[in-house]
């Protein structure tokens, strides 16, 4: 029962969900594409979308219009991301600490290219590329995602990253770097051929 | 310029984020030096790739699901309260003007007995709203739910 005195103020208004209906559908496909890539699973990429315009619809009130929505989304969903990142590896950590007491030889550190998840995205993405993006650190693989896959400046890139441009500048050369690292070490013929 | 120090400008340059200054010199030293020219080159070639990467399409019902989500998320996000505070201030007036009623009924009734005094307040609690104030008959506590 909602009293009287006191009711329930909806997050936003009619005509905001009207626009926030129209910044979805303009923004979900590029959106999903970058989540996609980010996770390295299209199924986990719907769910961090989903988390994403959730919290977007949430805090809808602090969207600056005059902003693209898609900036202020990538930074909502970067942010997410790297929040469930974190907490995988905690838990990654805590079962390591409890299995060197249990099972000290079976632990097995994540390979992207063998989990079942990478396994889905064989057929979507081109799959020595989207392993050497998932063997990248988060923030590196951001980085660069941001500036290759959405061509975003470095200045878009420090807002939705919340960091200063020279980092942001830094995380790209050094992702770029160990990307080119990883794809010569594991695939050097089909390396030189996408190289050719 | 040492090739060290090129090597680290080459993606701001191949992302053509540098000065024109900058810019200049990166292209300067990668025709005169072979390494810098050819690891240059592969880094601008490793950005097409990765431009170039087909984008993959969502499901069909994908974005059916997450407007529902969103939808639905209408209802259980924090509420923030807020008060009405006509119906807030018609409450606590109700309450005053009871207890004053009640007062000189006890006092014409029974000008022996005294009535304790317990000022109203109110009291919001999650999304309900409770006028407190105190029963001028028996002293106790008295709490009124205020709702529609």
């Known amino acids: ?196 | 310029m040492s090739c060290r120090k090129i090597r680290t400008m080459m993606s701001a340059y191949v992302d053509e984020e540098l000065t024109g200054v900058e810019m200049m010199e990166v292209r300067s030293h990668a025709y005169s030096c072979r390494n810098c020219g050819h690891e240059l080159e592969e880094m601008a070639r490793l950005k097409r790739l990765l431009s170039e990467m087909p984008p993959p399409e969502p499901s069909e019902f994908m974005a059916e699901k997450i407007m529902a989500s969103v939808r639905a998320s209408d209802h259980v996000v924090h509420p923030r309260l807020q008060v009405r505070w006509t119906v807030l201030a018609g409450g606590v007036a109700a309450i005053a003007a009871g207890y004053a009623i009640a007062t000189v009924y006890r006092t014409t009734a029974d000008p022996m007995q005294t009535v304790d005094r317990i000022e109203p307040t109110i009291d919001l609690r999650q999304d309900r709203a409770y006028a407190v104030g105190g029963d001028p008959f028996a002293g106790a506590p008295m709490v009124v739910p205020v709702s529609r």
Not at chain 1, 49 to 71: G, I, K, N
Not at chain 1, 101 to 122: I, K, T
Not at chain 1, 137 to 159: M, N, Q
Request: positive net charge.
């Open chain 1, 1 to 196: 029962m909602i009293g009287a005195i006191v009711r329930q103020k909806t997050a936003i208004s009619e005509r905001d969900i009207a626009l926030f209906e129209k910044l979805f559908k303009e923004s979900h496909k590029q959106a999903f594409g970058l989540a996609c890539r980010m996770t390295g699973n299209c199924s986990e990429a719907e769910d961090l979308l989903q988390e994403a315009y959730v919290r977007a619809y949430r805090f809808f009130d602090r969207y600056d219009r005059s902003l693209p929505f898609a900036s202020w989304l990538y930074r909502i969903m970067t942010n997410a991301y790297i929040d469930s990142v974190r907490k995988k590896n905690r838990l990654r950590m805590l079962s390591f600490s409890q299995s060197t007491h249990e099972a000290p030889a079976g632990f097995d550190f994540a390979d992207p290219e063998a989990s079942p998840e990478y396994a889905l995205m064989r057929n979507a993405l081109d799959d020595t590329v989207q392993a050497g993006l998932l063997s990248l650190p988060v923030e590196f693989r951001l980085a660069v995602l941001l500036a290759d896959v959405e061509g975003l400046a470095y200045e878009e890139i420090s807002e939705i990253m919340q960091t200063s441009i020279g980092t942001v500048r830094s995380r790209i050369h050094r992702g770029r770097q160990r990307l080119r690292e990883y794809l010569v070490k594991k695939n050097p013929n089909k390396y030189a051929e996408m190289m050719s």
